[in-house]
């Protein structure tokens, strides 16, 4: 990791380690995560049938040139085995090492021809990095070629400091997610490149409750059309969405605006673990919410 990643080790009376930098959790765990018999029971128990394993967050950016590659390369082989231990049951997202470009367009060449994988999982900075930075150009255009879905988790912000409350999970998360999808928008990413699915982690953080004001920014100022034909909102309703963010009016919010073939359960599993009955109990028709479990995904990763 870099130089100056200290992390202290937290033990809590519920069986949790946590990992602390800066007075915030950079990441948790509990020893069954490690355990995938014990994670298959839990899918049984919740009428489970497949899962996507994706290295969320961190990623692989804290570590820096070949070391980054090299875990890339890690997590996607041994992802790789757990899919081919239990083909009936878990599919792979795989990683890119962002930082380094070249790289990254073979280890896509990797994951598509030799590991099988069925998308990849983008975090929402590389490193303090912005998504719609020009350097990403090339993965932009090769991801858009191969009609790859993406999945993107949030990364902590930029420059998180001294912390309490958790905030940067609790809302870190959410403005880096919505901060890195208006930037793709306005950009022009999915307006040059419109032809992957782009899966958003939590619902879409905050960006569909912000659509108007994108809009508002179309509208006024000429650096928010300046590389896009058309209002933010149009570029919005053509991504996915997570159910992950738990919240039953939030996800009505997702229905009513992109409609239910653009909302995919996510359980957050193990870290959540969410089962169907939120999907299940909401006012919506059941050929929606079938939909939303399952056909939509089978559609999306060609399951």
Not at 113 to 123: D, N, P, R, Y
Not at 164 to 178: A, C, K
Request: negative net charge; hydrophobic residues 40%; proline residues 7%.
């Amino acid at each position: 990791m870099l130089k100056d990643m200290v992390l202290q080790v937290e033990k809590t009376p519920s069986g949790q380690t946590l990992l602390r930098k800066d007075g915030y959790t950079y990441m948790w765990w509990r020893e069954a995560f490690f355990d995938i018999d014990q994670r298959l029971r839990v899918m049984d128990s919740q009428g489970i049938d497949m899962r996507a394993l994706s290295l969320s967050s961190p990623s692989v950016y804290d570590w820096s040139g070949l070391r980054q590659v090299e875990m890339a390369q890690y997590m996607n082989d041994v992802t790789t085995k757990m899919v081919q231990s239990h083909p009936d049951r878990f599919f792979g997202l795989g990683t890119l090492p962002l930082s380094d470009i070249e790289a990254s367009l073979i280890e896509l060449d990797r994951l598509t021809l030799e590991l099988g994988m069925k998308g990849v999982m983008i975090g929402s900075n590389v490193a303090g990095m912005q998504l719609n930075h020009e350097r990403f150009e090339p993965i932009w255009a090769k991801i858009d070629a191969l009609k790859l879905p993406v999945f993107e988790h949030p990364m902590f912000p930029p420059n998180v400091g001294k912390e309490e409350f958790e905030l940067p999970l609790r809302l870190g998360f959410v403005f880096d997610t919505t901060t890195c999808a208006t930037r793709l928008i306005y950009s022009g990413v999915f307006e040059r490149y419109p032809n992957f699915p782009y899966i958003m982690a939590h619902t879409g953080g905050a960006l569909l409750m912000l659509l108007k004001r994108l809009d508002n920014g179309y509208e006024l100022f000429p650096d928010c059309r300046q590389y896009i034909k058309k209002p933010p909102s149009e570029y919005a309703k053509q991504l996915y969405y997570d159910t992950a963010s738990f919240y039953a009016p939030s996800i009505m919010m997702a229905h009513e605006i992109v409609g239910p073939d653009r909302i995919l359960f996510g359980s957050d599993e193990p870290l959540i673990g969410a089962d169907t009955s939120l999907i299940e109990g909401l006012p919506i028709p059941q050929s929606h919410k079938t939909k939303i479990l399952g056909e939509n995904a089978a559609r999306l990763f060609g399951l």
